[in-house]
């Protein structure tokens, strides 16, 4: 019978920041998600071994080290350079006010998630969530094409 991986949960010390990203893994873990099988031997005695897969690749899918504050504070500023170009003069003042208080965020974001204990790994998936991603709340009406 297959199991349900619709749960998430937290990494143990993560905890959510209200305006980022939430940083979580679904739940239960699979047996590939911790280990490694291309790792897998079996020795004269049929002793079955096997790696389990390093933390840097449970977290980031690859990659031989965890991220670290300097790794934030460069994807800040890669952040901040793409949103550059978000604030224009015609746009409405509302979402202008977005931008700029999405922009302080971002210049903010290192000392938040330092300050919520977040350890620099996870805080690396955490960003502030800009306005372009933010979901409007449904009026109720439908356009029709």
């Given at each position: 019978?297959?199991?349900d991986y619709?749960?998430?949960?937290?990494p143990?010390?993560?905890t959510?920041?209200?305006g980022h990203?939430?940083?979580?893994y679904?739940?239960?873990?699979?047996?590939i998600?911790?280990?490694?099988p291309?790792?897998?031997t079996?020795d004269?005695?049929?002793n079955?071994?096997?790696?389990?897969r390093?933390i840097?690749w449970a977290?980031?899918g690859?990659g031989?080290?965890?991220?670290e504050w300097?790794?934030?504070?460069?994807?800040r500023d890669?952040?901040?350079?793409?949103s550059?170009?978000?604030?224009v003069?015609?746009?409405?003042e509302?979402l202008?006010?977005k931008?700029?208080?999405y922009?302080?965020?971002?210049?903010?974001?290192p000392?938040?998630m330092?300050?919520?204990g977040?350890?620099?790994w996870?805080?690396y998936n955490?960003?502030?969530i800009?306005?372009a991603?933010?979901?409007?709340p449904?009026?109720?009406?439908?356009?029709v094409?």
């Amino acid at each position: 019978m297959e199991e349900d991986y619709t749960g998430d949960q937290n990494p143990t010390g993560v905890t959510e920041v209200p305006g980022h990203t939430r940083f979580y893994y679904q739940t239960p873990l699979r047996p590939i998600d911790v280990y490694e099988p291309e790792s897998i031997t079996v020795d004269e005695n049929d002793n079955i071994s096997i790696d389990a897969r390093s933390i840097p690749w449970a977290v980031m899918g690859s990659g031989d080290r965890l991220p670290e504050w300097d790794d934030v504070r460069a994807k800040r500023d890669q952040l901040l350079k793409n949103s550059d170009s978000e604030l224009v003069d015609d746009m409405p003042e509302a979402l202008k006010t977005k931008w700029r208080a999405y922009r302080q965020a971002l210049r903010d974001w290192p000392a938040t998630m330092q300050n919520a204990g977040i350890p620099a790994w996870a805080a690396y998936n955490m960003q502030p969530i800009d306005p372009a991603s933010e979901v409007e709340p449904d009026s109720g009406d439908k356009i029709v094409f």
